[in-house]
């Protein structure tokens, strides 16, 4: 796990030193801080700055979770076990697999955007927090969370100094003419000119800070000090004060100064303010100056870029230019101009720019986006730019499926991460409409690539279920939706639930003739055979899926799996030659497309294959090759049991510390899968053979030692270890043995021999 997932801050900090103390402090004391506060306040980036300046006190990292972007409540668990890093493809519930993961680990995890979720967030928190003693919690968001022992830390608006020297800063780095009589070094700000008038009331006891989002404007570094030039500072104090010193009004703010003078900004600010108060004396609400504020700007718009604006409301997360273009484009919003008016936008600290290793993407800030939200709903045009968003993302979610066999396999799983938070609004859209309920079953079916080649298998159980148990009436889209419900099943171990899917997508699939439906599904019930140790009806079965994929003139990562998975089946069954040459092909044909995933599997089985011949060198190269691909697409399945026949490898090489070491990240890494090696004595051959040779090299202690060590390694580190480790190729079998033959499993099932070799410490 990565010690920190915080993002970059793109522009500098300013002030907050006295908060950001104060909270840094209360971390000491309190395992669960909230810290509270009207939008636009800053919340999050004092939240983050603390949380990156409170590292070091974590020794498992600190994690940030974004729940703003979620409508499911269901979904809270599946972003907390994003944030932290975990793959879980078991069917045990995502709260179980955080609970443990979190028992005996030091984690600061800040919590952002929970307010719209407090009432299933809150218990969750409890729970985490009653569990793992060593969890610390650091929440963001405009309420608290009524737990108990939580600490709520409320955040007031900056001081009269503080917002003097943000909006100088943002000003200048806008592009604004230096504000008059005021420097904006980049340490305390400076006021020169006439003392001016006393600062506002004391609730605005704090210091500066950038925009709520946790992102400032745009990228750049912070300009030079802006020289003072003469006349008084009071119109810069009256507009800060005016603008009740929230972060996100002088943001705004600042975004107008190129265009305009301080004098020109407090006269149209006093005209909105009169008609909000009907001109009675005293102070706005806070919450009002900031929807003034906001509303000032969306008035200094162009009607363009208000349209803009209130269609990119619809977007639950970071955005690029083509996604706009596609969504909010139309004949009031020619796709050629989106460009400009993004631009606008930006320049006016309405949307924030981020830097992604994809190409720039675009975020509007939540309170910025509710606004837009409240426009587009009062021009009745919600739904239709809901829809629009869905499609866009189905569409994306096609191509994704089509180039996920192709050289751009990684960049689609890229792409499938940072589109995530849009993916899932296009299903519950889906979800949400009965006449979509096909839409449903096609979008969750369509992204099986991403269920199960990225790591995704609870989640995608989610969605399927929940997009079967509607009658959609569309019978293509059900049977897609079966077979890939079917195949997440097989793979998180439940075959009972992998049977009801696969049976019921082949006799529908017969029903209404649909030849490819039957094939996935025939193609399933095979693999299911596989991992339960019924080869010769696995490699039956299999066999006439890829027939029949060869008929329709099928190909694709699927169906190199297929002749992958029957290569297993040659492979266990002694037919060592004809599972490598079936490989081989499988590698020849991923070397021309560009295909990874699947190679990584080819690797594998080529590497068991080089392994049973005893060229212990070549199979540790096909190995490596089989570990670094499978983590890089989270794939946890194929990661492992590159790792267990790696061990092997490693043992055979007169290694067996590092092997033992690998067989304890192993089975660390099973906990995440689910049953150990399936539950299937082909599978487990390696594993038990390793076993006996590391432990009479060592002995029953040195051998448990070792492989506690291994245990504790996170899966990065595993993959570390096992990338590095390279014995001495020269070092062949302990004396007087042959090579071990680990696909020698022809009699497949339970014996004395078999329970004593399972036998594993500290399961």
Known sequence: MRRSNLPAELNRFVGRSTEQAALTAL?????????????????????????????????????????????????????????????????????????????ERRVLLVLDGFEHLVEECAPLVRELLEQAPGLCVLAVGRRPLRVAGETVFPLAPLAEADAVALLAERAAEAGAPALPGVAAPHGAPALTGAPGRPGWPA???????????????????????????????????????????????????????????????????????????????????????????????????????????????????????????????????????????????????????????????????????????????????????????????????????????????????????????????????????????????????????????????????????????????????????????????????DGTAAVAALHECGERARSSHNALAEAYATHRMGCLALLTDDLPRAEELIGRALEEYRALGELNSNVLMGQIEVALARAFRGDRDGAGALCREVRDICEERGELWARAYALYVLGFSALDRGAYAEARELLTEAVVINHTFRDLVGLVLAIEVLALVTVCQGDPVGAAVLQGAAATLWDAVGVRLFGSVAFDAPRTLCQRRSEEALGREAYEAAYREGQALSAAEAVELAVAARPDPATGAPAGESAPRPFRTAKVGGGPGNAEARRLPHR
């Open 27 to 103: 971390l000491d004391v309190s395992r669960l801080v909230t810290v509270v506060g009207m939008g636009g306040v800053g919340k999050t980036r004092l939240a983050l700055r603390a949380a990156a300046g409170a590292q070091k006190r974590y020794v498992d990292g600190v994690r940030l979770a974004e729940l703003a972007p979620l409508r499911d409540p269901e979904l809270i668990e599946y972003a907390l076990a994003e944030a932290l890093d975990l793959t879980d493809h078991t069917t045990r519930p995502p709260r179980e697999m955080l609970v443990e993961h979190l028992a």
């Open 203 to 493: 609730h605005g006891s704090g210091t500066g800070i950038g925009i709520g989002s946790g992102i400032g404007i745009g990228g750049s570094a912070p300009r030079s000090p802006v020289p003072a030039r003469p006349g008084a500072p009071d119109a810069v104090r009256e507009l800060c004060r005016r603008l009740d010193g929230i972060p996100l009004a002088l943001e705004l703010a600042a975004g107008r100064l190129p265009l305009l003078s301080v004098e020109q900004m407090l006269h149209r600010l006093d005209d909105r303010f009169r008609l909000l108060t009907d001109g009675a004396r005293g102070a706005l609400p806070r919450h009002q100056t900031l929807r003034t504020a906001i509303g000032w700007s969306h008035e200094l718009c162009t009607p363009e870029e208000r349209l803009l604006w209130a269609r990119l409301s619809v977007f639950p997360g970071a955005f690029d230019l083509e996604a706009v273009e596609y969504v909010c484009g139309g004949p009031e919003l020619p796709a050629e101009r989106v460009l400009d008016l993004l631009g606008g936008l930006l320049a006016q600290s309405l949307l924030v720019r981020e830097d992604t290793p994809l190409g720039p993407a675009y975020r509007m800030l939540d309170t910025v986006a509710a606004y837009g939200a409240e426009w587009l709903a009062a021009l009745d045009d919600t739904e239709r730019m809901r829809r629009r968003h869905r499609d866009w993302y189905m569409g994306l979610a096609t191509w994704c499926e089509l180039e996920w066999f192709s050289p751009r396999q990684a960049e689609v799983a890229a792409r499938t991460e940072a589109a995530l938070p849009h993916l899932r609004a296009a299903l519950d859209l889906c979800l949400e409409l009965p006449e979509d309920a096909h839409l449903a079953q096609h979008l969750a079916g369509t992204l099986w690539f991403a269920w199960v080649g990225c790591g995704r298998l609870s989640e995608g159980r989610h969605w399927l279920e929940r997009a079967l148990a509607l009658d959609s009436g569309h019978e293509e889209a059900r049977l897609k939706a079966l077979w890939v419900l079917g195949y997440v099943a097989v793979l998180q171990g």
